[in-house]
């Protein structure tokens, strides 16, 4: 008898032991579940606010990144434009003379020299170089007064050239001085300095200063001595 009411206990402590590890896992389990379940209603809650933030932030920045863009990109077209139509203009001008309109030649924009040359004999050479910035014209002959005479010397119009001499500036125009002409045995003059003026395009008197020149050595000249035209070629200008 006691032996059964020994097992008969032993099975009901057994019972409630099994019945008490039961009720721990049932916990166990419920909490898991009920955290797991927390997480997608608190993503099902931010979304719609993030999906709203998202949708104002593209229509505030959108329209705002590609204006700067295009007005970056025509402001350096315009520039490099610009800057072309400006070299364009510059060389333009150079290739004009300088930039500057033609002047006439006078002893002010021009290196005047006399020589004396071997060929034809009792001649002196006259050599007027562009010093200026501008291109010159050398119009006419140039009038010449040696020493105190009191009249300009006479000018071959033999010697005309077909075209008015134009220098750039560098370039140079001549004219032969003739000391003396025909006929044999006219008064001399011995000469020390010369006075070369420049005539303007009417030819009506000298233009601006005159080149003060010293003669060379042992110079005389006569009355009815002459001096070209000016000419583009030192050959043309001694052919008288």
């Not at 002893?107 to 007027?128: E, Y």
């Not at 010093?131 to 005479?149: E, I, K, M, Q, V």
Request: hydrophobic share 30%.
């Amino acid at each position: 008898m006691r032996k059964h009411i020994r097992t008969t206990a032993l099975a009901a402590t057994a019972l409630l032991a099994a019945l008490s590890l039961t009720a721990c896992s049932g916990d166990e389990s419920g909490n898991d579940g009920k955290s797991g379940a927390a997480a997608p209603a608190a993503s099902s809650t931010a979304n719609p606010d993030t999906g709203k933030a998202a949708e104002d932030a593209k229509e505030t920045g959108g329209g705002k990144t590609d204006a700067p863009a295009q007005n970056v990109s025509t402001a350096s077209k315009g520039s490099t434009g610009g800057s072309g139509s400006g070299s364009g203009k510059s060389s333009s001008g150079a290739t004009g003379g300088g930039s500057k309109s033609p002047v006439t030649c006078t002893g002010s924009n021009t290196k005047v020299t006399v020589t004396k040359v071997s060929r034809p004999i009792n001649h002196l050479l006259l050599t007027a170089t562009n010093t200026g910035s501008a291109t010159c014209y050398a119009y006419h002959a140039p009038a010449l007064r040696f020493d105190d005479a009191q009249a300009a010397f006479p000018v071959l119009r033999d010697s005309i050239p077909q075209a008015v001499v134009t220098l750039e500036p560098g370039q140079s125009a001549y004219a032969s001085i003739g000391l003396s002409g025909e006929p044999d045995g006219q008064e001399l003059h011995k000469g020390t300095h010369l006075a070369v003026y420049f005539t303007g395009k009417a030819n009506q008197g000298s233009t601006g200063a005159p080149a003060e020149l010293t003669l060379p050595a042992g110079t005389s000249w006569g009355d009815n001595g002459f001096v070209t035209y000016w000419q583009s070629e030192m050959a043309d200008a001694l052919t008288y």
